[in-house]
Nanobody, 125 residues
Framework: VQLQASGGGLVQAGGSLRLSCAAS????????MGWFRQAPGKERQIVAS????????YYVDSVKGRFTISRDNAENTVYLQMNSLKPEDTAVYYC???????????????????WGQGTQVTVSS
């Protein structure tokens, strides 16, 4: 599967952005999907993940209550709605697909097989 992330940009603290990740192919519904982010000098970390059907989600503690992950399997797209953005949310955001048959929502980059190119999110104070 090929992934194309979009929607990043520059926003003031307290603002909102909606990231999208469009997937190629007809098998999108077979993949758990995740959003990761990587700030300069830091490791890539999980932000949120969603199960194949969308019935289960996971959020890292720092974004709970502010970010929402969702997916539209008919449109082969996963979204990350980001509200109440903070300067510490500044990073390159990546979408990723887990191609395994596991029911587990992996929380580390190693659990994902396919990656988008990344989209920059910058939050100014």
């Amino acid at each position: 599967v090929q992934l194309q992330a979009s929607g990043g940009g520059l926003v003031q603290a307290g603002g909102s952005l909606r990231l999208s990740c469009a997937a190629s192919g007809r098998t999108f519904r077979r993949y758990h999907m995740g959003w990761f982010r990587q700030a300069p000098g830091k490791e890539r970390q999980i932000v949120a993940s969603i199960s194949r059907s969308g019935d289960r989600t996971y959020y890292v503690d720092s974004v709970k209550g502010r970010f929402t992950i969702s997916r539209d399997n008919a449109e082969n797209t996963v979204y990350l709605q980001m509200n109440s953005l903070k300067p510490e949310d500044t990073a390159v955001y990546y979408c990723a697909a887990d191609g395994s048959s596991s029911s587990y929502l992996f929380k580390t980059p190693g659990g994902y097989d396919y990656w988008g190119q990344g989209t920059q999110v910058t939050v100014s104070s």
